[in-house]
Every structure is written in C-alpha cells, then in structure tokens.
C-alpha cells in the first residue's frame, strides 16, 4: 500500500513529498520501501506542488525507450568556400540578379557555378559527388543530365537581361576591356566550330568566346559565341550594337590592337564612346607621332611605376 512521506532538505528548507511503496525483499527476507518523489509541498497552502512531467523518447513503434536516443546517421560538410561565394554574390549583387532573372533555376545556376569553381579540373558528372560533401544554395545533388537540361532552359533573352542587370549596378565606373578567345573543339556537329586564327596555337577547329569585362571589378558584363573563322577586327561592331541593346552609355573600353582599324576607330567616334586602343608600330600615322618623341618619352618623367611602361600624350592632326 503507497502512502506519502514529507523529508525536508536541511540545506534549502524545502519539504518534499515522496509516495512510499512497501514490499518484501526475498533476499534480505525483510520489508522495505521505494520511494518516489512526486513534488514539493507549499509553506503557505500546504499543499503538494506536483512535479513537472518528463518526457520520454519515443523510438519506432510508439514505445517509449529510457536513455539517450542513438544517432542514426553521421555527416560532414565543408562551408568555407561556397560561404564565401555567397558573399561575393551578395555585394556584388548577383545573387539578387539572378533571382530576379531566373526565378526558379537560380540557386541551381549558382550551385553549378560553385562547382565548376572549386572543381574546376572535373566535369560535371561528378557533381553529385561533390554535393555530398559540400553545402550549396541548391541543396540537393544535380545530375548531369539535369544540368545540361538547365543550361539549354536559359534563353538569350534572360542572358542578356541578366548582364544588363550587372552593367546598371556599375557600368558607368568602369573600364569596360574587350578581348576574345579561342576554344579549341574536336566536334563536327557545331555549326561555329570553324578553322581561324587559334591564340593557343593548337591545329585544331575552335569556337570563339568575346569577354568584355570591368577593370575594377573584374566582372564580365557581356560575352558572344562567336564562329571561329571571324577575326577580332570584325567583332566590334557587333559588340556596340549589343551594347546599344543592354543600355549601356557613356561607357569607357579598352582594346588592344587586334581590333585597330580605320572602321572601328570611326564607328566608336560615331557613337561618342571613350576608349583606348593598341596599335601597330608598323602603322604610318604611329611611325608619324612617335618617331619625333621616342627619346623624350623614354626617361623617368614619362614612366609609370604602376603599369611599368613608358607614357607620352601626343596632338595628332592627321587624317
């Protein structure tokens, strides 16, 4: 038969109560009691404040199990870099453009640029691989039959709405560089894989990618497949007319000699854009302006520590 015990703690000055449970002990052949605390009671009421119920864990089956619940599974992570891509986006505010430009593909888009960053030596087959060890904003594996799904989903349009995006946030603090480059290709299936001037040198077909992008920032605002037949020279007009289509005004751009010819310097007059172009020594109006200056501008006055070259301003008048 229980009845209730009240002990009071010498130290705190509470009184507790226990029920106290009689019974038989077979071993010492006596009787003894077991007690449970089942609150405290109350200076003022006396009454007995019952305990707080504990929970118990549940394990499968609804049957409560006493102890700690065992883990069922272990995993590891890696966050350093693509947390720090993830603040990169942000400042830069790609993060936001792509949102705004690929509402429901964005964080796939990121978490595949992640990879092809960190990874860059392996192909995209192995992404799921990497996922299973790294954190990324899409969260969840991205096979390669996924991904070139969604390389084919994005439309020229989102393209270039996306740059136009970028180029609003800082286009007119810019130096805008453009330069071209040749990926070599194998394929015959490629209507502009074609044989051109390949820069690596190789003797193969290629695929021309123009990049023009910010001196500060380091940032692309515009890229072009083009046919790999097509010289740099013939890639500029193309490129102010895109620009034209993106908005972007009052724009500086740099250009090395590769794309200098009497065409290009008057469509860029034409459009009353700033630039600075390389040139051939071999040009006549170049031989014309510098012969007369090349030993005044080779001393210390005309260096530039930070470019490492000498610098001479000349007023040309000829046409």
Known sequence: MATIVYQTNKKTGVTYA?????????????????????????????????????????????????GPVPITTAARSFYGATYFFDWIGSVTGVVDDLRACFPDTWRQILSIAYYLILEDRNSLSRFPRWAATHWHPHGSPISSQRSSELFASITEAERQRFFELQGQRRVEKEYLAYDSTSV???????????????????????????????????????????????????????????????????????????????????????????FLIGARLSLKLVQANLDPVRETMRSWTHYSQTYQLYAYSVASHNK
């Open 184 to 274: 070599s290709s194998y394929s015959k299936c490629l209507k502009q894989v074609r044989y051109g001037n390949n820069k690596d040198h190789e003797p193969l077909a290629q695929i021309n990618l123009a990049l023009l992008f910010g001196q500060q920032s380091r940032l692309p605002f515009y890229y072009r497949k083009l046919a790999g037949n097509i010289p740099d020279v013939k890639t500029l007009t193309k490129l102010l007319a895109d620009m034209n289509t993106l908005g972007y005004r009052k724009i500086k751009v740099v250009l090395d000699r590769g794309f200098y010819s009497s065409a290009n310097i008057n469509e860029l007059y034409r459009q009353h854009l700033k």
């Open 18 to 66: 226990y029920e106290s449970t009689a019974y038989w002990d077979k071993e010492k052949q006596q009787s003894r009691a077991k007690r449970t605390c089942i609150g405290r009671l109350d200076p003022v009421t006396k009454q007995i404040v019952p305990n707080r119920p504990r929970k118990k864990p549940v394990v499968a089956g609804g049957r409560a199990k006493r």
